[in-house]
Nanobody
């Protein structure tokens, strides 16, 4: 059974850094895409970054470009979201999501394109 588990959230001061982890299990397919999304209180969920295994391409929303980076471990079972220069407006529950329908130039940050979701982890940026 496909599972995704996010960890690494917490409280950080503005300008600080945090690394979120998305640990995957339950599949052995070569082609997949991982998206990172966030939802702040009272706001719609939005995509912030994505990665496709087909090409290794990463893509970022303009709001986080230059501050957030996606990486993976050597086994490619865990995907990380490195966040730096954090702002109060980055405060949200962060989710990772998975789809097996992807391609080399993947840049999809639409929620409806992802099929499996983790439980979310809270990130709070505050003084």
């Amino acid at each position: 059974q496909v599972q995704l588990v996010e960890t690494g959230g917490g409280l950080v001061q503005p300008g600080g850094s945090l690394r979120l982890s998305c640990t995957t299990s339950g599949f052995n397919l070569d082609s997949y895409a991982i998206g990172w999304f966030r939802q702040a209180p009272g706001k719609e969920r939005e995509g912030v970054a994505c990665f496709t295994s087909v090409s290794g391409k990463t893509h970022y929303a303009d709001s986080v470009k230059g501050r957030f980076t996606i990486t993976s471990d050597n086994a490619k079972t865990t995907v990380y979201l490195h966040m730096s220069s954090l702002k109060p407006e980055d405060t949200a529950v962060y989710y990772c999501a998975l789809t097996f329908v992807t391609w080399a130039d993947w840049d999809n940050l639409s929620l409806d394109e992802y099929d499996y979701w983790g439980q979310g982890t809270q990130v709070t940026v505050s003084s």
